[in-house]
């Protein structure tokens, strides 16, 4: 499956990664990549805030680093494309017929739905690593299976340590 592979760690577990390139697998000669997010929590869900952000250095080539980048700012500019052709062209002919109190809801669930090509692409074709933080714990999450085990068992003496 082309899913991506999840493990996932206490937060306060200093993450080991194999010696190999996170996305061709090959040696990186020591270069790494700066991956941020941020919390998710029940909490900061609700209010639409952000918690603290969660930083890791992961191993990755230098071609291989541009890509992944690459690929983040394609689909934010992919993203802000969609959103702007369904304000310009499908939010006209919509907003007279959208009842006042909804009408901002109803414009933020037109732009999910044409944006949803590109989420379904990224969850079956997922970037070679992700990760999601929580308040206690961080998802890392790979494309390649081999490498996420091997990353899994590198981190054995966590706490936890759980794969998805
Ligand atoms: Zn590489």
Same mark, same amino acid.
């Given at each position: 499956?082309?899913?991506?592979?999840?493990?996932?760690?206490p937060?306060?577990? *200093?993450?080991?990664?194999?010696?190999?390139?996170?996305?061709?697998?090959?040696?990186?000669?020591?270069?790494?990549?700066?991956?941020?997010?941020?919390?998710?929590?029940? &909490?900061?869900?609700?209010?639409?805030?952000?918690?603290?952000?969660?930083?890791v250095?992961?191993?990755?080539?230098?071609?291989?680093? /541009? %890509?992944?980048?690459?690929? %983040? &700012? &394609?689909? &934010?500019?992919?993203? =802000?494309? +969609?959103?702007?052709?369904?304000?310009?062209?499908?939010?006209?002919?919509?907003? $007279?017929? +959208?009842?006042?109190? #909804?009408r %901002?809801?109803?414009?933020?669930?037109?732009?999910?739905?044409? +944006?949803?090509?590109? #989420?379904l692409?990224?969850?079956?074709?997922?970037? +070679?690593? $992700?990760?999601?933080?929580?308040? *206690?714990? =961080? *998802?890392?999450?790979?494309?390649? /299976?081999?490498? /996420?085990?091997?990353?899994?068992?590198?981190? *054995?003496? /966590? $706490?936890?340590?759980?794969?998805?």
């Amino acid at each position: 499956m082309p899913l991506s592979i999840d493990v996932n760690l206490p937060r306060n577990h *200093d993450a080991q990664f194999p010696a190999r390139c996170v996305q061709c697998n090959l040696n990186t000669n020591g270069n790494t990549m700066r991956v941020r997010t941020h919390t998710i929590g029940l &909490l900061s869900s609700l209010l639409m805030v952000f918690g603290k952000g969660f930083t890791v250095h992961i191993p990755c080539c230098r071609s291989c680093a /541009a %890509k992944i980048r690459n690929r %983040k &700012l &394609l689909g &934010l500019l992919a993203t =802000i494309v +969609a959103a702007g052709l369904v304000i310009t062209f499908v939010w006209p002919q919509v907003v $007279d017929f +959208a009842p006042e109190p #909804l009408r %901002k809801w109803i414009c933020v669930g037109l732009i999910l739905v044409a +944006a949803l090509p590109l #989420l379904l692409l990224s969850v079956l074709y997922p970037p +070679a690593f $992700d990760m999601t933080a929580y308040g *206690d714990s =961080i *998802d890392y999450e790979f494309r390649h /299976a081999e490498y /996420a085990s091997s990353f899994a068992q590198l981190n *054995d003496d /966590a $706490d936890w340590v759980k794969l998805g």
